[in-house]
């Protein structure tokens, strides 16, 4: 079987422990409704890419979350580097994640066909 890469594990507990760390620590109310959807890490393991969503979205809340996440950077960043036993503190850049949306759009466009083609037969 084939080897997963170090940057995919460490990865998969970057974001189980920055998904702790955000219900735990992170006092900022802005935060709050925030969900880690994936973390994505360079080989170098020197840079992660996190994307979150929001449970009630909108885009002003959208801005918030990102700015107040951004803030807590350095926090999370040792917390992770300390728990995860890594070596160097890997650069956190959060994005939200737009490919949730899209999906759903998909999943309400193949619907709407499947509804059409029902109809028609």
Same mark, same amino acid.
């Given at each position: 079987?084939?080897? !997963?890469?170090? =940057?995919?594990?460490? %990865?998969?507990?970057?974001?189980?422990?920055?998904? %702790?760390?955000?219900?735990?620590?992170?006092? @900022?109310?802005?935060?709050?409704?925030? !969900?880690?959807?994936?973390?994505? &890490?360079t080989?170098?393991?020197?840079? =992660?890419? !996190? *994307?979150?969503?929001?449970?009630?979205?909108? @885009?002003?809340?959208?801005?918030?979350?990102?700015? =107040?996440?951004?803030? %807590? =950077?350095? &926090?999370?960043r040792?917390?992770?580097?300390?728990?995860?036993?890594?070596?160097?503190?890997?650069?956190?850049? *959060?994005?939200?994640?737009?490919?949730?949306e899209?999906? &759903?759009?998909?999943?309400?466009?193949? @619907?709407?066909?499947?509804?059409?083609?029902?109809?028609?037969?």
């Open positions: 079987m084939a080897e !997963v890469k170090r =940057a995919v594990r460490v %990865a998969e507990r970057v974001h189980e422990e920055l998904a %702790a760390m955000l219900a735990r620590d992170v006092k @900022d109310p802005r935060v709050s409704g925030v !969900v880690i959807s994936r973390v994505t &890490m080989d170098d393991l020197r840079q =992660a890419r !996190v *994307f979150v969503r929001l449970l009630q979205d909108d @885009d002003d809340r959208r801005t918030a979350a990102i700015t =107040a996440l951004s803030r %807590a =950077a350095p &926090m999370l040792s917390g992770i580097t300390k728990r995860a036993q890594l070596r160097y503190a890997p650069e956190l850049k *959060f994005q939200y994640d737009e490919g949730q899209a999906r &759903m759009r998909i999943d309400q466009l193949l @619907d709407e066909v499947n509804r059409d083609l029902n109809r028609k037969q």
